[in-house]
């Protein structure tokens, strides 16, 4: 039988998409990106075998051509905004894009009898959590509007499973990082959040020192734990996903890390060991809507989809998106 199928990356010009795109073409599948190219980049996704269509989710009629023109097997879901100290300030545009967004695609994927979705969650469905590894089953109390809004959707998707017959995974991952061994594509994000780049940036010289957000938290350094997964590794259980979902219908949600934490101070000693530069920082406050530790309980997605990372190491996954920043320092000159 072919394999190969006609997949829908929504987002799929964003940081994971286009890593999720790369995947596919290297098992010799043909995905086509659906993208608004709002933090979304069109150089990720120019690679052979890729349609880029530029579009947006709250525009429904698009949604409905691009249905019309190709058979999809399946869709896989990246596309939304991810900032949680913007969807605290700007709630009501989290909601619009995240859920709103979701509800048009979903929509018109029933209507078109494509009714299989992998969806991107996150950890921050689990707010503050009192167990560490988390597993799914834990309860989920978010803690600010784009928690919110991933946990929205999952509920949404739960209800189309049942009274639609469409099969969803939803991912849930934890911190992801690093970027395509090649150094061809990285998380390239134009307001950057992100811890890691954020250190890579300061060593570099090309971004301000890291301001570590508290020390004063209940953890062995005072700075905040994360489980740091690797990019590559979630494209491939995104693969994993679309696999399971042949086995029947119903919604399925799973954690995606490597079940090991690592402290802010780690980190950047990590950054600082890979790239053999310091990384200038200094302490700054709590930032609010930070849980102490998350680290995920990923047993579920070894068992059920056979997830095995491949990038477990915190200095490989460093090691990858320190490369990917040097090729957007030099890579040009
Ligand atoms: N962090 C930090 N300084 C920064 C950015 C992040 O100390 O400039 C901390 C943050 O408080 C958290 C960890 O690094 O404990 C990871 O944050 P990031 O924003 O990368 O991911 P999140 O865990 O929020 O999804």
Known sequence: MDRRRHVL????????????????????????????????????????????????????QSLRRVFAEYSFDAVAHFAGLIAVGESVLSPLTYYQNNVAGTLNLVEVMVESHVLRLVFSSTAAVYGNPG????????????????????????????????AYGLRSVALRYFNAAGAHPSGEIGEAHASETHLIPLCIRAAMGTGPELKIFGDDYLTPDGTCIRDYVHVCDLADAHISALEFMDQGPGM?????????????????????KVGGKPVPHRMAQRRAG????????????????????????????????????????????
């Open 9 to 60: 990356i929504c987002g799929g010009a964003g940081y994971i998409g286009s890593h999720m795109v790369r995947a596919l073409v290297e098992k010799g599948w043909e995905p086509v990106v659906f993208d608004n190219l709002s933090t979304g980049h069109h150089e990720s996704v120019q690679h052979e075998g890729v349609t880029l269509i530029r579009g947006d989710l709250m525009d429904k």
């Open 252 to 272: 399925h949600v799973f954690n995606l890390g490597n079940g090991n934490g690592f402290s802010v101070k780690e980190v950047l000693a990590a950054v600082e």
């Open 131 to 162: 167990t560490e590894p988390i597993p799914e089953n834990h309860p989920c109390l978010p803690l600010n509007p784009y928690g919110h809004s991933k946990l929205m959707v999952e509920t949404i998707l739960e209800d189309c499973c049942q």
């Open 290 to 333: 930070d849980a102490a530790v998350l680290v995920a309980d990923s047993s579920r997605a070894r068992r059920e989809l056979g997830w095995r990372p491949r990038y477990s190491d915190i200095e490989t996954i460093v090691r990858h998106a320190w490369n990917w920043h040097m090729q957007q320092k030099f890579g040009g000159e």
